[in-house]
């Protein structure tokens, strides 16, 4: 199966690229190389290397940032993917696309499961439902994550480096220095390992395209997420309850957020449980020190 990933240079893509080039032919492309905001050369590099499937890895993942330039994040999040899905009808290929658990309000009072109705809060979160309908022109995989962690950087739109909410708050515990975390947001955490594999095992598996939840099972607030992480990097760890509210952000972000995997485990992709996959992702981390 020859595979061609886009944004390769960003913190999932290049975990998939590293899975996927053991067994497949992988065609790993970084934004510089292909801008999926350009049509025509998408359009071009599709034609031209003729995928069986691409990995989109390409997105706009400034929160904040999105509601000052609400066009950027259209034009990567939403338009970039309407021009990789229509490429890929082109050639037959199919599309996997990753979501947001951003595009839920975060009024829920048990995890969401892909029947939910989106109900996005700000721009950001628009600009990924849209990228999701868009998607939809080809045949797809849409996996929705939600908090990732481990793998590689992921990167501002101005290319600055920036890690995960998980990967800050290791570094914080690991420094010795003071965490702050909500005691009133609640998420599904996503490793990175994890949702690569559940994305090479779904292609393997030839299930029904679709939406699918791609994230650890079970759910727990920042603050049960920041102190069991301490817990398994074995360091003392001073973590500050905080509020939601107590905090101005840009963006208006979903309080609840989890998100129901069992449609993966429908077709019997198994995800392990969020505080396993942060045991896994401490072990690697100390192993780096």
Known sequence: MKVLVTGAGGQLASAAVARMQVAHRVVSLTRTQLDVTRQTDVADVVTRERPDVIINGAAYNDVDGAEDEPAAAMAVNAFGVRALARAAAAVDATLVHFGTDFVFDGTADRPYTEEASPNPQSAYAMSKLLGEWFARESKH????????????LQRHADGRARGSSLDRIADLVLAGEAVRAFTDRTVSPSYVDDVVGATSAL????????????????????????????????????ITPVRMASLRMAARRPQ?????NAKLRSVGIVMPTWQDAVNRYAQARLAKT
Request: one cysteine or more.
């Open 141 to 152: 995989y849409i996996l929705r994550v939600e908090s990732l962690f481990g793998g590689g």
């Open 203 to 238: 292609l393997a598996s030839e299930s029904p395209h679709g939406v699918y939840h791609c994230v650890g099972s079970g759910m727990g607030t920042w603050m049960e997420v920041a102190r069991h992480l301490a817990e398994a990097l074995g360091r003392p760890a001073r």
């Open 256 to 260: 609840f957020c989890a998100l129901s």
